[in-house]
């Protein structure tokens, strides 16, 4: 979609995002002609996984509704109100529409101006950056799936604003606790307990040839910089 600037009749700044025109036809059909070449890839290639086409296709149909954005930005706003240092702004729900989203205007500065801050005021942008992105999956089961640096912004009062919810996903209670297992015995180099673990959940045949090292180097490769108790 195109953003853009307005102002409501009651005098609210808002931001509106309207889709492009025929972007929906558009995806659908690239999602169709994805689904035909992985079909090909996997007669040649059988651990290339049909089911990603599903995945993508479901986050696509995601970014694609409006009003389920506007639903969810809702949603996380009413937990970040009256938050000391996240601010999120909330969707205008009653001019929404399937093709338009309308939520509350933020003016505030982009990340590149954010880079240009002292050291500390950089590390506490850093830290609230982590808490709302990471830390979301681990309080309230639930994470955004698009956060880059144009999705983040500093208000005027030193608050940092999170924008753009049309990738944001729950997951069930059970699954979270189950990483947050995993993460906690890697992080504590219990190999042989993340072995077991991994084992139950299916992840790990105990007929393979994998170890209890190679499970805490496989979790520690892609999460160490967030287990580590030292600067990054």
Not at 66 to 72: D, F, G, H, I
């Amino acid at each position: 979609g195109q953003v853009y600037r307005a102002r409501l009749r009651d005098g609210r700044d808002v931001a509106v995002k309207v889709k492009y025109p025929g972007i929906d036809q558009a995806v659908r059909a690239d999602m169709q002609n994805l689904a035909l070449v992985m079909k090909l890839v996997h007669t040649v290639w059988p651990s290339a996984n049909p089911a990603m086409v599903d995945e993508i296709a479901r986050n696509f149909e995601s970014e694609l509704d409006y009003l389920r954005e506007a639903k969810t930005q809702r949603q996380v706003a009413a937990q970040y109100r009256g938050h000391p240092f996240i601010a999120v702004p909330d969707s205008v729900v009653e001019h929404c529409t399937p093709h338009v989203l309308i939520s509350e205007y933020v003016d505030g500065v982009g990340f590149e101006q954010m880079r240009t801050l002292p050291e500390a005021e950089r590390n506490r942008i850093g830290e609230l950056i982590y808490r709302f992105y990471i830390g979301s999956l681990f309080q309230h089961n639930e994470f955004c799936g698009d956060p880059h640096p144009g999705n983040i912004l500093m208000a005027p009062d030193g608050r940092v604003a999170f924008i753009d919810f049309g990738l944001y996903n729950r997951m069930d209670p059970a699954n979270v606790a189950f990483e947050k297992n995993c993460l906690v015995a890697a992080g504590e180099r219990r190999g042989r307990e993340l072995y077991r673990l991994m084992v139950d959940r299916g992840i790990v045949d105990a007929g393979s040839e994998v170890t209890p090292e190679d499970c805490l180097d496989y979790v520690r490769a892609a999460s160490e910089w967030h287990l580590v108790d030292e600067e990054i």
